[in-house]
């Protein structure tokens, strides 16, 4: 199973490419994405739109979406589900560290960061302070790290000899102790003992796992194609969410920000929201409220909203003592909304 993440736009594209690619080049059947746009609309609503783009020009391979949770729970419960994983950066981390752990250890992982001229290799986890100098760390990761980057600078024979030696180690059974087993291991060995075990199996090749044979990888790994051309679109400034901090009812909110819209502004308060739930105006009385508020003030036409007369608003608000945490500017493009609803709107 292979988990790749991202964040941006080009960069979902290059990635969710990159997914294809892989999996065309090494036999995988099934490219799985993981988002949670049921919630995150606009950000991994995104993400799961390229994806689908992307994964059109790949008909020959399976396609498939799981919301981020469900998801991370099969790859817990049911890994063989899974080929190639692609995913946002957040999610990645969390469900990289866990494809890492049901393979035996979260210290097994390697981990390449891919860009299109610098790349850079290092084992999956962090530095495990709390072992630090005690020679008890399983050293896979890095090593399986090292692997990666001996194949992505054009060593394919090298990086073959090491890691078949890696896998004969695991299959003698010569394992570190988080892996250890009475059952199925033969020896317990710190970082040393393992390193020198690898050593002495280079040459050989595993008997149990399927041996691994990069020679026909190229240098600096596989070529993407360019990136899709997208025509640029017409972005719109239309209005602005300012948040703020108040105790208080949502009415007596919107009773002390009103005086503050002037006919000059260009805009109106659409609404006031309080954990994603609007709140006014027809908000639901039972509804929890905490002291964090947003306030929606949106263009009377859909007209461009200019800066002055977003700072104009604040001023007066500032003035009525309403002091504010955030303003987000809030745009259109080629007049389709480029910011979330509130639940309820």
């Given amino acids: 199973m292979v988990s790749l993440k991202v964040i941006s736009r080009p960069g979902t594209e290059r990635i969710c490419r990159y997914a294809f690619e892989y999996a065309r080049a090494n036999g995988r059947k099934k490219v799985t994405c993981m988002t949670k746009d049921n919630i995150m609309k606009m950000t991994d609503?995104?993400?799961?739109r390229v994806f689908d783009e992307i994964g059109a020009e790949y008909p020959e391979i399976e396609k498939n979406h799981m919301i981020i949770d469900i998801g991370a729970a099969?790859?817990?419960?049911?890994?063989?589900?899974?080929?190639?994983?692609?995913?946002?950066?957040?999610?990645?981390?969390?469900?990289?560290?866990?494809?890492s752990e049901i393979s035996g250890s979260v210290g097994l992982g390697g981990s390449s960061n891919i860009g299109e001229h610098i790349a850079m290799f290092e084992?999956?986890?962090?530095?495990?302070?709390?072992?630090?100098?005690?020679?008890?760390?399983?050293p896979s990761g890095l090593l399986l790290g090292s692997v990666m980057m001996l194949v992505h600078i054009g060593q394919g024979d090298v990086a073959a000899r090491v890691h078949n030696a890696w896998l004969r180690t695991i299959e003698d059974g010569i394992h570190t102790g988080e892996i250890y087993s009475a059952k199925l291991s033969r020896e317990k060995v710190g970082t040393d003992g393992f390193c020198k075990a690898v050593i002495a199996r280079l040459g050989q090749m595993p008997e149990k796992f399927r041996a691994v044979n990069y020679n026909g990888v190229p240098a600096g790994g596989m070529k993407m194609p360019p990136l899709k051309a997208y025509k640029d679109e017409e972005k719109v400034r239309v209005g602005v969410d300012i948040s703020l901090t108040y105790d208080g009812l949502a009415e007596k909110l919107a009773e002390k920000v009103l005086p503050c819209v002037e006919e000059e502004d260009g805009m109106t308060l659409q609404m006031i929201?309080?954990?994603?739930?609007?709140?006014?105006?027809?908000?639901?009385?039972?509804?929890?409220?905490a002291d964090n508020?947003?306030?929606?003030?949106?263009s009377k036409d859909g007209a461009n909203v200019r800066t002055s007369q977003i700072i104009a608003l604040l001023d007066r608000m500032n003035k009525a003592d309403i002091n504010f945490t955030k303003a987000q500017m809030l745009f259109t493009f080629d007049g389709k909304p480029g910011f979330s609803v509130a639940q309820g709107q």
Avoid: E
């Avoid at 609503?45 to 799961?48: A, I, P, R, S, T």
């Avoid at 084992?123 to 399983?138: E, K, L, Q, T, Y």
């Avoid at 508020?293 to 949106?298: D, E, G, V």
């Fill in 74 to 99: 099969k790859v817990a419960s049911a890994p063989h589900m899974f080929d190639v994983i692609v995913l946002p950066n957040l999610y990645g981390d969390i469900v990289s560290d866990i494809a």
């Fill in 273 to 289: 929201s309080n954990r994603g739930v609007v709140v006014w105006p027809n908000g639901q009385p039972d509804t929890f409220c």
């Fill in 293 to 298: 508020w947003r306030l929606r003030f949106i």
């Fill in 45 to 48: 609503g995104l993400f799961h």
């Fill in 123 to 138: 084992a999956v986890h962090g530095s495990a302070p709390d072992i630090a100098g005690r020679g008890i760390a399983n």
